[in-house]
């Protein structure tokens, strides 16, 4: 049986593909403000003081009127020689991942997504199956149904992928002629949902759902954190849903913790063969926490300092 072609896919994919984790998993930014100079930015210092590098916490999707950004954050990107970041957006090779959504992303018939949902996550999915190509009975796995409607719940409330943190300055990399290097790929990016188990894809709709159900307090209070640089604040309302699910837990290391491993030991290379400092952007869940990038840093015997 053939898969489902790529003109069969619902509309947000495309930028879906771009900003996998920018949906449930990760935080949309609003417009505030604060006066304190204090960011999701970390400095590292080698042991040896030969390597330096900048971290910043990333916002994938955010309103315009976010910018411009704190000038603490401008001053460490005109100071770098090198900027790294997840993947980046116009990278010709993410249209490649098309054919793996199509064999990995649907159900043939007569299955549906219905069809794969206990009872109760049908119940919360039912609010938002109309933002969904055939509602409740479509044939998009679930994990690919959380990807769509996180995209789209998002962009319905303003927010949108092109006013992202990284592409931001991703932008101004490609102005001043700065050098840049991705930190994964696209497949590996939507890998981290295609390859789940089909009990991992219906948790990580169940995540996507239960963030909705509280949505504006959930997004106010992690836009808040970021605005202000409150590193703790932050991984507290990051994790929250995580700390009230702990059924969930499995997608933790999945999403984010193998990734931050990952990402660590991809910038090795990156400081041990660029010139420095290097100037990464990353999501800014990959930044917090003992399991975070900087405390991987830390741990290695960098000297890690927060702003």
């Known amino acids: 049986m053939p898969v489902p072609t790529r003109k069969g896919m619902p509309r947000a994919i495309p930028a879906a593909l771009i900003a996998l984790l920018a949906l449930s998993l990760a935080p949309a930014l609003a417009p505030a403000r604060a006066e304190a100079d204090e960011a999701l930015l970390w400095r590292a210092v080698s042991p040896d003081g030969s390597g330096e590098i ?16 704190k000038d603490i954050l401008y001053r460490a990107f005109d100071r770098s020689a090198v900027m790294a970041l ?3 957006p116009d990278n010709p090779r993410v249209a490649e991942t098309m054919d793996l959504v ?24 039912a609010p938002y199956a109309e933002l969904l190509p055939g509602g409740a009975d479509c044939n998009l796995r679930a994990w690919l149904a959380a ?11 303003g927010y949108l992928v092109k006013e992202g943190v990284d592409r931001h300055f991703l932008a101004r990399a490609r102005e001043r002629g700065m050098p840049f290097v991705e930190l994964e790929t696209p ?6 949902f295609a390859d789940m188990s089909e009990e991992e894809s219906v948790l990580f709709l169940r995540a996507t759902l239960l963030e909705f159900s509280e949505i504006e307090t959930f997004m106010d209070e992690l836009c808040s954190a970021w605005i202000t640089g409150d590193a703790g604040r932050f991984e ?18 999945k999403v984010i913790f193998a990734r931050n491993r990952t990402m660590f030991s991809r910038l090795g290379a990156v400081l041990a063969t660029q010139q420095t ?31």
């Open 102 to 125: 199509a064999q990995k992303g649907f159900y043939f018939p007569p299955e549906t997504l219905a069809g794969h949902l206990d009872p109760e996550t049908a119940s919360w999915l």
């Open 86 to 88: 997840e993947l980046d």
């Open 277 to 307: 400092p290097v100037f990464a952007v990353i999501g800014s869940g990959h930044l917090v926490g003992p399991g975070g990038i900087p405390a991987l840093f830390a741990q290695a015997g960098w000297l890690v300092e927060k702003y």
């Open 54 to 69: 900048y971290l910043l916490g990333s916002v994938h999707m955010a309103r315009t009127s976010l910018y411009p950004l």
């Open 236 to 253: 507290e309302a990051f994790f929250s849903t995580f700390r009230k699910w702990p059924e969930l837990a499995p997608l933790l290391d």
């Open 187 to 192: 497949v590996e990016q939507l890998s981290v």
């Open 147 to 157: 990807v769509t409607l996180s995209v789209t719940v998002l962009e319905k409330m």
